[in-house]
């Protein structure tokens, strides 16, 4: 079945660390998003990639980093800049016109 | 510049009573607008769409949405609220772009529903 998948579900980091979270689909989407939502707010756009190898700055990318090496995969790097990186991640893979399909979300915990 | 607003960030309503979540956008060309619920702990459902067919547009569980471009509006309604619909709903804005195309949320609105 076509789906998209995040990873790990729950992911916890240390104060000055980096951290990779994993989105990969196999619906053939061009377009891939991250989000960030925080209790209380609604989703807030970190990165969206429209093809390989391009990406776009969402709302608040500062802290971030992304990649699209492969069609599949987007994966969000949270780097030591990010000072608030405790949240809800979600990562959605899109086309015009159809909905958005969303992984199961990363909980990410700063320990 | 492509944006969404929800105009209220809480809604409370009476079971059995009328449901109104107010959405605006704005947009440089023609978008295409969804509603999205999140139920507490669970992940997001589409619950309808609009991509320039029918204004008005009908969804799951009784919500309907009408595409008013004058107004630039796409207001979510229900004739009457169920306590299962207590939930937060996104309105959800996709436009094209140089390039492709851009999906922003809006920062959600929750309902509540009282007995």
């Known amino acids: 079945d076509g789906g998209i998948t995040q990873s790990p579900k729950y992911l916890f980091r240390k104060e000055g660390q980096n951290v990779t979270l994993s989105c990969e689909q196999n619906l053939n989407h061009d377009a891939m998003y991250w989000y960030r939502q925080d209790p209380g707010q609604g989703l807030r756009l970190i990165y969206y990639?429209?093809?390989?190898?391009?990406?776009q700055k969402g709302d608040i990318a500062e802290g971030y980093s992304v990649s699209r090496e492969k069609k599949e995969s987007f994966p969000l790097t949270v780097t030591s800049a990010q000072k608030n990186p405790t949240a809800f991640y979600l990562c959605?893979?899109?086309?015009?016109?159809?909905?958005?399909?969303f992984g199961q979300g990363t909980r990410l915990t700063v320990v | 510049a492509q944006s969404v607003t929800q105009l209220d960030s809480h809604v409370s309503v009476s079971e059995g009573t009328p449901v109104l979540l107010r959405c605006n956008y704005s947009?440089?060309?023609?978008?295409?607008l969804f509603w999205y619920v999140q139920h507490p702990n669970k992940g997001l459902q589409l619950l309808l769409k609009y991509t320039s067919a029918a204004t008005l547009v009908k969804g799951i569980n009784g919500f309907e949405a009408e595409f008013k471009k004058s107004e630039t509006s796409f207001h979510l309604t229900k004739p009457s609220a169920h306590m299962s619909d207590a939930a937060e709903y996104f309105c959800?804005?996709?436009?094209?772009?140089?390039?492709?195309?851009?999906?922003?949320f809006g920062a959600g609105t929750r309902l509540f529903v009282k007995a």
């Open positions: 947009s440089s060309y023609s978008p295409s």
């Open positions: 990639s429209q093809i390989v190898n391009d990406f």
């Open positions: 959605a893979s899109i086309n015009l016109n159809t909905e958005a399909f």
């Open positions: 959800v804005v996709s436009d094209a772009k140089r390039g492709g195309f851009k999906t922003i």
